[in-house]
Every structure is written in C-alpha cells, then in structure tokens.
Nanobody, 124 residues
Framework: QVQLVESGGGLVQAGGSLRLSCAAS????????MGWFRQAPGIEREFVAT????????YYADSVKGRFTISRDNAKNTVYLQMNSLKPEDTAVYYC?????????????????WGQGTQVTVSS
C-alpha cells in the first residue's frame, strides 16, 4: 500500500509560481510512474502531467505545456510539479497519483494510489 501526501498549495496571484510536492511512502517509489491531476468545482478531474519511473519521459496536458514542469527524486520518494505563469483557470485541487509499472498514463482510472489533494487558488 502506497501513501501519497501532497503539499505546497496555496493562494497566488496570476502570473505567479508555486511548487507542489508529493511524498510517497509504503512502497518502492521507483516502481511507479507518477501523475498530477486536478479538479475544479463542478468540473471533472483532468490530467495535468505525468512522468515515468525513471524520470526520462514526461507528458503534459496542452493547457499547462510550457508553464508546468513535473520532476521526481527517487532518492527522496518525491514527485514535484513546478507551476509558473499561473492563471486563474489553474485554480483547482491538485492530486498526485501513482501507477505501478514502467508506462505512464493520462487516464486517472489507470492509477493505483491517490493523495488527498492540495488546493491551488490563483487570483486575477
């Protein structure tokens, strides 16, 4: 059983930056691809970014490409989401998720474990 705990959310003005962290425990972190998803009120959960177990391959939603960067430190069992040039439409609860295996996925239903989420609010 893998436990995931997100941190780093908060309130930021449009154009600002935040760095989210997701600390994993209870499993071999390098066995998992990792993803970030987000959900705004009244909107379905959407894919944000994903990274393979090795960190060699990343993939982003078009809406965040060029602004967000996903990375991981397997020695620290942590995955990060650096968010720059934030927009009000980025406001959401952000969740990290773990997918066992060597492939990544943009589909939430493929992921095995989820964190509790961290709120990101971007003011205009």
């Amino acid at each position: 059983q893998v436990q995931l705990v997100e941190s780093g959310g908060g309130l930021v003005q449009a154009g600002g930056s935040l760095r989210l962290s997701c600390a994993a425990s209870g499993g071999r972190f390098s066995n998992y691809a990792m993803g970030w998803f987000r959900q705004a009120p009244g909107i379905e959960r959407e894919f944000v970014a994903t990274i393979t177990w090795s960190g060699d391959v990343t993939y982003y939603a078009d809406s965040v490409k060029g602004r967000f960067t996903i990375s991981r430190d397997n020695a620290k069992n942590t995955v990060y989401l650096q968010m720059n040039s934030l927009k009000p439409e980025d406001t959401a609860v952000y969740y990290c998720a773990a997918l066992r295996g060597i492939f990544y996925s943009t589909h939430g239903e493929h992921y095995d474990y989820w964190g509790q989420g961290t709120q990101v609010t971007v003011s205009s």
